[in-house]
């Protein structure tokens, strides 16, 4: 299964429809809910009934049927949850990506790509790494988008029968076996950092009794300690669904820790009237001044809205742009539109889940370069 990268997101939403418009289909595929193949079936049929009742184009009626039997030829999905598919049959583009984690249906009929929610995917399934220890033994593990891409198990043995009778001849046994346990430790968090090098991961969670994950921490390397997330309550000998279970717990958390610090950053220069907008019209239109360094949108958060094909200026209110006097395009969803220009713009994208300041604040906003 392909990884999702924020350069492949920014690519696909580089692409233009030249000669049709594009068809994007996320696609709820998971077999824990949708158990038989025909509770899938129809969900998708219920999904392109609908988007064919907006498609007045030749080519997207063709990707809609593509969509429509690349479901009934059946799909394996005891790895994939979701399905992002990208579509233009005009201009011979079909891109399906298989995706680790439940995404939820859409359709969106656009001139470019609608990678908004892959985005989000993105953003809130960063690699977390799991280092796991007691005095003997230690576990890493390494999970991209919940999938486990990385794996190692240490078992530092002690010398007990002939170390154990030395020490006692010298009557500090307890020194030597704390010895050990430091070692074994350093080893641990030798591993960990040597994986990292390997598959860089962007936090790192604990699990071990107190106070040796206090110890284990100090021998992390410091640019591990950076990544510290948290700790997880689970035994050496949990399985792996256990293991990920815990892991998500701590990768939610610091996400919606990350979530509120920039929200607050926002809400704090827009209150200060300097470096941050609040609310969709005022967006945009720092979107076309492209001075948008980082957009924050609330996770479902739809509007329409208006596109100048000329010069490419998006706008809540039209029909005619300001910007070059051309008439404007009625869009359906002129949230994914600032989304998809912003990406275009290199700007960071934000897509913030259940943040209620941000509601607030219109559902969107931009922290500003200038």
């Known amino acids: 299964m392909a990884v999702i990268t924020e350069a492949a997101i920014r690519e696909l939403a580089s692409i233009r429809g030249e000669r049709a418009p594009i068809t994007s289909c996320y696609l709820d595929v998971d077999g824990r809910r949708l ?6 079936e129809r969900s998708v049929e219920c999904l392109l009934r609908d988007a064919r009742g907006r498609a007045d184009d ?40 298989e995706l680790p984690v439940v995404v939820p249906n859409r359709v969106v009929i656009n001139n470019m790509p609608a990678v908004g929610q892959l985005e989000a995917v993105l953003r809130q399934h960063e690699p977390i790494g799991v280092l796991m220890a007691d005095r003997q033994r ?22 007990r029968a002939e170390g154990a009778k030395g020490e006692r001849d010298r009557g500090d046994d307890a020194s030597y076996q704390q010895e050990r346990i430091q070692q074994h430790l350093r080893n641990a968090a030798n591993v960990a950092f040597r994986i990292w090098q390997q598959h860089r991961f962007e936090h790192l969670a604990i699990a071990a009794p107190d106070p040796l994950a206090k110890e284990l921490e100090s021998h992390l390397h410091p640019y591990l300690r950076d990544r510290l997330a948290g700790r997880l309550n689970v035994p050496l000998t949990a399985n792996h669904d256990e293991v990920l279970a815990a892991a998500q717990e701590v990768e939610a958390q610091v996400e919606r820790r990350r979530e509120a610090e920039i929200v607050e950053r ?12 609040a609310g969709l019209p005022k967006v945009v239109e720092a979107l076309a001044d492209h001075r948008v360094e980082c957009l924050l949108v609330s996770q479902g958060y739809t509007a329409s809205g208006w596109r100048c094909d000329s010069c490419s200026t998006l706008a809540a209110i039209g029909r005619r742009c300001k910007r070059c006097g051309a008439e404007m395009a009625e869009v359906d969803d002129l949230v994914e539109e600032a989304v998809e220009e912003a990406l275009n713009q290199s700007c960071q994208v934000e897509i913030c889940v259940g943040n209620a300041d941000l509601d607030v604040m219109g559902r969107i906003g931009a922290l500003l370069r200038f």
Do not use: N, Y
């Not at 926002?266 to 907008?277: K, M, Q």
């Open 35 to 40: 158990v038989r193949h025909l509770d899938l």
């Open 58 to 97: 030749p080519s997207v009626q063709t990707d809609l049927e593509k969509i429509e039997r690349l479901i009934r030829g059946g799909i394996d999905r005891s790895r994939v949850r979701g399905l992002a598919i990208f579509a233009c049959s005009a201009q011979d583009m079909w891109e399906v990506i």
């Open 138 to 159: 230690a576990r890493m593990f390494v999970f991209e988008l919940g999938e486990l891409v990385e794996r190692s198990e240490l078992f530092d043995e002690a010398a």
């Open 266 to 277: 926002l809400r704090a220069a827009v209150a200060a009237g300097r470096r941050g907008v």
